[in-house]
């Protein structure tokens, strides 16, 4: 079976929702709408499942989607290293032994150089990460301003909001109950790329 992109996915769940409740196929337009995208964006996401073999898109009409295939399309992933733990509170050490592999969608890694780490810690609770989660880190040495990285202080790690200031660099926590880092000697090895959460 070909494998889906994630939005492809998205797509795909939705056309099939969408026949499920109303008993006929959703237009392009609504598509476009139900994923905040634009008609051409919708229309590209048709095409590619129907090249796939999910659907097949008549012509000259406005509900002309016709599902091929109801069953689960596989999903495009990939295998990263899961590198051990990074705190989202205070810094603490990063055991980088290889602690087993974690599948992720393609399209949070694209073609980076990707990691993922356990978090720990709430210090990132209010930019929605949380204990457990597990983060996929694209491997970098340098980030924006109002990026979330991964850091190295004193050969601990810690995941936090980076600003470049004058001299220094500041750490933000998003979690009023944690203080920002300030430290000139701060190395960043990644920034976040997405989270995986189970349930």
């Given amino acids: 079976m070909k494998t889906l992109t994630v939005r492809q996915q998205e797509v795909h769940d939705f056309i099939a929702s969408f026949l499920s409740e109303h008993a006929y196929p959703p237009t392009i337009r609504e598509i476009a709408d139900r994923f905040s995208i634009s008609v051409k964006g919708a229309y590209d996401h048709v ?7 999910f659907l097949r898109l008549g012509e000259n009409r406005s509900r002309a989607l016709e599902l091929l295939r109801r069953e689960k399309p596989e999903l495009m992933v990939v295998e990263l290293p899961l590198l051990g733990v990074v705190a989202a509170g205070r810094p603490i050490y990063a055991d980088e032994n290889f602690s087993g592999t ?5 399209d949070i890694v694209r073609t ?70 300030y430290t000139q000697d701060a190395k960043i090895i990644g920034r976040l790329r997405g989270l995986i959460r189970k349930y």
């Fill in 102 to 106: 974690v599948q992720v969608p393609a």
């Fill in 47 to 53: 095409k590619a499942l129907e090249r796939k073999g």
């Fill in 112 to 181: 980076s150089s990707c990691f993922a780490l356990a978090v720990r810690g709430d210090s990132m609770k209010d930019a929605g990460i949380f204990h457990g989660d597990i983060a996929v880190i694209e491997q970098r040495q340098t980030a924006d301003n109002g990026e979330i990285v991964v850091a190295m202080i004193d050969e601990s790690v810690t995941l936090k909001r980076f600003f470049r200031e004058n001299n220094r660099v500041k750490l933000v926590a998003e979690n009023p109950a944690y203080a920002p880092i």
